[in-house]
């Protein structure tokens, strides 16, 4: 048995709250027991409320730091979530077609919670060409699906999320995570599809209040699994009950949204702990 974890390459942008982007998946990877590689695609301003600006790296940059060191360490999966830009698309699927047998999860970032634009339609035009055909997993929330979808005509047709599932599938990537945080159901249905069409559906209990990393998270937590072996349908399933209990033990920092806690497990272990030594 190997001493090394498996280790995992995401590729995101900074979040100085802690909440989402490159510090969540830091966090979510470490927790789930991979060693987490960090590509910095942009730097943002933003709290727990918002994102108020967005600096995107260098195209360069992004490849010097993934190459250097892909060359150094063998890594299980790659994660993708805030990209910046077009030029770091390119960069970055140029980058991942060197590793054809190395899963990958692409969480789509085109919006902060808030609302705030994160991706224009060159980035989703480029998104849709270069990376969907080399995702493994991608995991939009619904808004994001149907964003995603919206034909080159921009024919205002209204599809369902099956349909939407089924026009992403065709755009290249072997699966789709559709979340259903944004959908008005009692229950938060997250529906995983494949070429063949529906592959599973799980159902989990809303939770009160608005959560900043969630996605990020969820993504995360997909990629770990797969580098620890796990196939895609358990991997999926073991995540969103991660995803889920980090959301249920989440707490409100500051004045905006509440952050997962992606550490509940041994935040709960030395409670008990305590509980027993008293």
Not at 120 to 135: F, G, I, K, V, Y
């Amino acid at each position: 048995m190997s001493d090394i974890p498996p280790i995992v390459m995401t590729f995101a942008a900074t979040d100085p709250s802690g909440g989402a982007g490159l510090q969540a998946d830091i966090l979510t990877i470490a927790s789930m027991g991979c060693h987490p590689l960090s590509v910095v695609t942009a730097i943002t301003v933003q709290d727990t409320s918002g994102v108020d600006d967005v600096q995107p790296m260098d195209a360069e940059w992004v490849v010097d730091q993934a190459r250097t060191v892909l060359e150094d360490m063998p890594v299980a999966a790659f994660k993708i979530g805030l990209l910046g830009s077009v030029d770091n698309i390119t960069a970055i699927a140029e980058v991942i077609s060197d590793y054809p047998d190395v899963p990958l999860v692409f969480d789509p970032v085109l919006a902060s919670g808030r609302g705030d634009e994160l991706a224009n339609e060159d980035m989703l035009s480029a998104l849709r060409e270069l990376l969907l055909p080399q995702t493994t997993i991608l995991t939009p929330n619904s808004m994001e699906a149907r964003r995603l979808i919206v034909d080159e005509d921009n024919e205002q047709d209204d599809p369902n999320l099956h349909e939407c599932a089924k026009r992403i599938i065709r755009l290249g990537c072997e699966y789709v995570l559709i979340t259903g945080t944004h959908e008005h159901t009692p229950k938060v249905i997250n529906t995983l599809y494949g070429e063949r069409g529906l592959v599973r559906s799980d159902n989990w209990p809303r939770l009160p209040g608005i959560y900043h990393g969630s996605g990020c998270t969820l993504a995360s937590a997909i990629a770990a699994l797969l580098a620890n072996g796990l196939p895609v349908e358990e991997a999926v399933r073991e995540a969103q009950e991660y995803t889920w209990e980090a959301l249920k033990y989440g707490f409100r920092p500051g004045m905006g949204q509440h952050i997962p806690d992606r550490l509940f497990w041994a935040r709960d272990e030395d409670e008990d702990d305590a509980e027993t030594r008293h």
